[in-house]
């Protein structure tokens, strides 16, 4: 399976579940969109993340009902820093998508997604600890890997591998 | 990971009875707790109020490491995740590597894959099932499951010289060609097998001891399981009807079949029944898998990526500095990212690379799933007992490796 160059056009992606129902509520949330390697990628708004979590797990046709997998990516020293990324699958459908949000490291913050998904609780809590992304509205948002008095966010590129020493 | 409360009087709470509720811990060192997990129990009585998860203490920050290790190097950390199915953890890993490359595998590794896959969750679910059954206090179980793990565990030895710490697959491939009498070995073992099920369900199946520790207790609803995120025989026993192996298939699981056992009832008992039933699947499986084992090459034909057979290496230039060069600077991976989700034995394990064009991931991130099953504990155990936690834990099968990564 030779590697075949990305679709980043909205119009050849329409059909995908995911981004058909997201077109449909309010284009304008929608910043960009790469279909690579198989795998769909939607660039959303961040102040409208919870919103189109809530919108894509109960949509009609295809419901995202199960959060997979929720992280982020430091692109130190470029801007916007963080990209906090969301797994989705459909379990009647078996279809996934990956959405992804962007922030400014001076301001790294998202709102929770906690109330879509019970699930997120934990992955966001692990995003907190390790990139000191935080989430507003998370039920209690604490460390969860590190020791409460931790100094630093191990997972960000400017944190040394072998620690502070 | 938070401190330990103050003091227990601090921490209690007035009930309606008037009674002040209690907080203990179990855990981190509480040999049902299958490793360093700590829950925090608020108890009135007997009875669960609060169940809080303590997790971190296993953290070893295997993926900070990950980005600072070529490609191939990851393949050994992989293991230590989740050390019960260390083989699912490279397969995952390689997969998702090989989907970024765009990389072809020749059918014989495939199906030596899903071979070796297969046995790495009877392995898994044998573990599984011994310790379950001990915690319930059927203490025989553990070492009729424990004679079985040893045969497994002499196969892996087999093929990579190690028991638990395989790192048999590697990108593009598998490290090394199974050896002379294995196939006649895993044959012998597949045929006894379906008897030893039968043994270990003969002990606890219609056992009314164990169905009284296991029925109804730590239920979970179909709807509750989706929210909180479990996996696996966590959520097939909740009634949802989903395994990657069939959905989404990878590595040849198409040319497979198998039938994925889902209960409705939601209990520790369901949950049992569905993993004592993908015992019996996986060594049809591996029947399978021998039966049609296809033949040919163990590794992908790019040089660039694979390493070189030792004896070419020896005789041939171009081999000497191909594998020169993968081993001094790795190779490069073109740009992109990968979510790549298999079905382990203990639900979805994903893992999500992304790659800035260099030798190196930029970054790695695995989904475990023993991660998303712990989160169900609570709304499994408030309102039930104490000793009924310890049947939970075992129930959705944490494997602390995964979780704290």
Redo the contacts between chains.
């Keep these: ?3 075949v160059p ?1 679709i980043t056009d909205i119009e050849e992606l329409k059909s995908h579940p995911a981004l058909a129902r997201l077109l449909e509520w309010n284009a304008s949330v929608v910043q960009a969109v790469k279909f ?2 198989d ?1 769909l ?1 939607i660039w959303i708004a961040k102040d409208v993340i919870r919103e189109v979590c809530a919108i894509l797990r109960d949509s009609a046709d295809c419901p995202f ?5 929720l ?1 982020c ?2 692109w130190y020293p470029s801007e916007p820093r963080f990209e906090v ?1 969301y ?1 989705l699958l459909s ?1 009647p459908h ?1 279809e ?1 998508v ?1 959405l992804k949000a962007r922030l400014d490291g001076s301001s790294a913050a998202i709102e929770s997604v906690t109330s879509v ?3 997120a ?2 992955y966001e809590r692990e995003v907190f600890d ?1 990139f000191g992304v935080r989430f507003t509205g998370h039920p209690n948002l ?7 008095d931790w100094e630093g966010h ?2 960000r590129k400017d ?1 040394p ?1 072998e620690g502070y020493r | 990971m938070t401190q330990f409360p103050a003091t227990v009087a601090e921490s209690g709470r007035e009930t309606p009875s008037g009674d002040r509720t209690l907080v203990l811990n179990m855990g981190p060192q509480h040999p049902s707790t299958h490793g360093v997990l700590r829950l925090v129990l608020e108890i009135d009585g007997e009875t669960i109020v609060r169940l809080k998860p303590e997790i971190g203490f296993l953290h070893t920050g295997i993926e900070k490491t990950c980005e600072a290790k070529f490609y191939q190097q990851v393949v050994p950390l992989t293991d230590r995740i989740d050390y019960l199915c260390p083989l699912t953890n490279n397969l995952a890993y390689c997969l998702a590597v090989e989907k970024l490359l765009g990389l072809e595998i020749p059918p014989k590794a495939q199906w030596m894959r899903v071979l070796m896959n297969e046995l790495t969750r009877i392995n898994s679910h044998l573990v599984w099932l011994g310790t379950h059954a001990m915690d319930l206090g059927a203490m025989t179980v553990f070492l009729y499951c424990f004679r079985e793990r040893e045969d497994v565990l002499r196969f892996f030895e087999m093929v990579s010289g190690q028991r638990m710490m395989t790192s048999y697959f590697r990108i593009g491939g598998l490290a090394l060609e199974p050896p002379l009498g294995f196939f006649e070995k895993v044959k012998k073992f597949a045929d006894r097998f379906p008897g030893n099920v039968d043994e270990y369900e003969g002990l606890l199946t219609g056992n009314p001891i164990f169905m009284m520790r296991t029925k109804g207790i730590a239920r979970l609803s179909a709807e509750d399981a989706i929210a909180l995120g479990a996996g696996g025989p966590t959520l097939r026993g909740s009634g949802v009807d989903i395994d990657l192996r069939r959905d989404a298939p990878y590595t040849g699981y198409e040319n497979f079949k198998f039938k994925v056992p889902v209960r409705t009832e939601g209990d520790v008992f369901a949950r049992y029944l569905c993993r004592v039933e993908e015992l019996r699947e996986s060594i049809g499986m591996v029947q399978q898998a021998l039966a049609g084992m296809p033949e040919g090459p163990i590794k992908a034909d790019s040089p660039k990526v694979v390493l070189p057979d030792r004896e070419k290496m020896k005789t041939q230039m171009e081999a000497l500095i191909y594998h020169f060069k993968i081993i001094t600077e790795g190779f490069t991976v073109p740009a992109g990212e990968v979510y790549q989700a298999i079905e382990s034995p203990r639900g979805e394990m994903g893992y999500y690379i992304v790659s800035d064009g260099t030798a190196k991931p930029y970054r790695v991130h695995m989904r475990g799933p023993s991660y998303a099953n712990l989160q169900t504990l609570a709304k499994m155990c408030e309102g039930g007992l104490i000793a009924d936690v310890v049947a939970a834990i075992g129930s959705i099968d944490v494997i602390l490796g995964d979780i704290d990564r």
Aim: negative net charge; aromatic residues 10%; proline residues 13%.
């Design positions: 399976m030779p590697l990305p690579d390697r795998e990628t009902n199960y959060l997979c997998d992280t990516v430091d990324v797994h379990i078996k996934r990956r998904w019970p699930s609780n934990f390790l604490e460390r969860i890997m590190m020791p409460d191990p997972l944190y591998v």
